[in-house]
């Protein structure tokens, strides 16, 4: 079930800025990196940025790299995204989502198993 | 950035069906891979990481196999409910990167 919840999205002009929240009540928010993922419309899903649990560590998709900014307050259980100089193919459902990471020998793999329903921006004149 | 390549893009199987989807790397990422099932509307769901480990709660008609370059996700006896949209998902290195998709119908 959906336990993380998106807000901030809207319409915004090319070249304009948005700020998505995603609040995650109900874990020890810390504990735990966490993702934002997009799906543009008729597109596949896409890796957007990923921030450690202390927030000192951040990754970024290529496409976004630069411009957008991920962020979180944990004392706030809450997870940002930052996006700056948008475009139209930014359009998207933006989600949220936890990594609860699973080690085995070294290895560590990202398990993506807590996620909200998304939030929609539209880049548009 | 790791390419994922998956096929089809698209299939159309009935309910008992046993579906094979699959995904190649550009490069081998040993078995640190998972795939995610998106139906419209919804949020995504966590299948299979680590390439062949079900997650919690995932009915066991799913499975999923390979390391290296090439996995596969197998639905064993498709049901109505899994008309959806497959995702595979390298986490090897960053960016982390999908597949395309592969649209499963049921007739």
């Known amino acids: 079930e959906v336990q993380l919840v998106e807000s901030g999205g809207g319409l915004v002009q090319p070249g304009g800025s948005l700020r998505l929240s995603c609040a995650a009540p109900g874990f020890t928010f810390s504990d735990y990196w966490m993702i934002w993922v997009r799906r543009a419309p008729g597109k596949g899903l896409e890796w957007v940025a990923h921030i450690r649990g202390d927030g000192g560590q951040t990754y970024y998709g290529d496409s976004v790299k630069g411009r957008f900014i991920i962020s979180r307050d944990n004392a706030k259980n809450s997870l940002f995204l930052q996006m700056n100089s948008l475009r139209a193919e930014d359009t998207a459902v933006y989600y949220c989502?936890?990594?609860?990471?699973?080690?085995?020998?070294?290895?560590?793999?990202?398990?993506?198993?807590?996620w909200g329903q998304g939030t929609s921006v539209t880049v548009s004149s | 950035a790791i390419q994922m390549t998956q096929f089809p893009s698209s299939l159309s199987a009935s309910v008992g069906d046993r579906v094979t989807i699959t995904c190649r790397a550009s490069q081998g990422i040993g078995n640190e891979l998972g795939w995610y099932q998106h139906k419209p509307g919804k949020a995504p769901n966590l299948l299979i990481y680590a390439a062949s480990n079900l997650q919690s709660g995932v009915p066991s008609r799913f499975s999923g196999s390979g390391s290296g370059t090439d996995f596969t996700l197998t639905i064993s006896s498709l049901q109505p409910e899994d008309s959806a949209i497959y995702y595979c998902?390298?986490?090897?290195?960053?960016?982390?990167?999908f597949g395309q998709g592969t649209k499963v119908e049921v007739k």
């Open positions: 998902l390298q986490d090897y290195n960053y960016p982390r990167t």
């Open positions: 989502a936890r990594n609860r990471d699973y080690s085995v020998s070294g290895i560590h793999y990202d398990l993506y198993d807590m």
